[in-house]
């Protein structure tokens, strides 16, 4: 089946705009519910980070290394770049005897308002520790230390990335489709976007081995400090506040949102085609009221999805609208 | 039709997202090529601040205030926000005995990187101004100080509104399929992607009379001052300059984007359904090249189009492609 449309935009009494993708839930063994095409191939982008962090805790690197839950959070984050996020990833660094150099994610502007304002105002250039992957390079370093491998970590045929590998394959059942290099220059594996919400499927019903005390340490990390996986004013953080730890949600590059729901057994996966983040933070809304996780009226559904949008002189000049037949 | 699968995104070998919507290239009497639907109703947005501006020229306004040509530039513009618009602006207003509060299209922080950081950085709020239609709202208050009308000149039954409704009509040939309230709180009247191709066709063949005199006036105006129309770095300023005076283009927020071929007597629009910007600057770019009036080797063309792109380390990760059969 095609992209199906899931979010429209309408002003004026008419239809301006429309994002079309796909969307599955799953309940570990069967596709419970789905929109589009469930064997679409996608890049998961950011959004499997909690997969990509799997054999740091499996390894034993992250208790060798001592590492707590908010340096967990921080491994799967995609975060603002706040003081908040840039001190804690340089305190981890720091403490493995290594520094901003060793990460390989590149530099790019922080989204937090106040530290771009604070690196614009005085003529200061980014570092690799405003990079929104910091965290998860720096849970790379942690399992490369812990390995004794070498430095390049991001090369596709480094220990760590075939551990990562692995790890995709197990929880998403499937082979990669194809391997992309991310934002940050890490591989990223390609699979059907009902994979990807297996594996999150698995996340939400982790087992009693050491595999599934990774994922439950991950998911409860990112429930824990939301604040840490993105940051104020982001979707992930504001959705995962509103659900009060019971859901852990992750959003990628190029519109992927995913969900991890313990309390129903269920992943959730969302890719909207022409990577509109407006429409995949809509959609992921959308599923979570739908599945019962999250208060219909809670603002963060009127931000994401129901309120009015304004104009600069704060005239509702449109919205935007579920597609028919989404949800349901 | 449906929309038209127009500009692709690849990453890693794989095709990762996609952009669909309409283009309709018009020669004034028919259209000579479309892709998806030539019927599709879309808002113009900014793509059609040169028709907003025929009364202005049409009424006698803008030679009883002796304006310039980079007055006229401005009032098509989507501008920056930069010094040198935020200046000429002002002057303006305050020719006409007016000021910043008669503007009625709202404050936005401005697009230009170096105004945006004046202002960040010594806590400045942005004014009207700053807005990217400022000048476009002189161009409106210019036409009502000539008429002798009322001040709230956005509210859709004010006589300037009425004169641009029937100046929409008259060169979309058209009746509006309905109307929004835009951005900047104009009225923006909703027509097909046809009529909007046949009324930058009708800018690409102006007749002798005023009306013809108007849009040649403003299409020179364009052509000659790229970045007054936009700012450094922007699609239709650059495209312009590229273009050496032959062709105006305009952007329209949500992904529309139109181009005045005089040359060719040719018009052309195109609306990306998902509002993806860096979907409507490739597809309109695409054209251009299609009808040999921008050199496929540009440097604008790779910037728009056709080179790679490169993620925080430089890394070439992904590039945007033609979808089979746009535009041939």
Redesign the interface.
Known sequence: MPAAELIE?W????R?????GHAVIHDGRDVVAAWGEPDA???PRSSCKMIQALPMLESGAADAAGLGVEQLALSCASHNGAARHVERVGEWLDGMGLGEADL?????KPWDREEA?RL??SDAVPSQLH?NCSGKHAGFLSWVRHAGAGAEYVELDHPLQTAIRQATDDVTQEEP?????????AP?F?GSITGLARAMAAFAQPSGDGRGRAMTRLVEAMTTYPELVAGEGRACTELMRAMEGRVAVKTGA??VFIAIIPERKLGVAVK?????TR?SEAAIAALLVHLGVLDRAHPVVGKLLSDPMK?????E??ELRLASGFPV
């Not at 002003?11 to 008419?14: A, C, F, Q, T, W």
């Not at 104009?311 to 005239?315: I, K, V």
């Open positions: 935009l002003r004026g009494g008419l301006e705009g429309v994002h079309r191939v996608i890049f390989r994610c590149g530099c790019h304002k614009t105002c990079n489709a194809g391997v992309g290099i991310d934002g940050c220059s990223n390609a190029e519109a909207i085609e022409d990577g509109g429409a104009n600069w002189r704060g005239l000049v449109g």
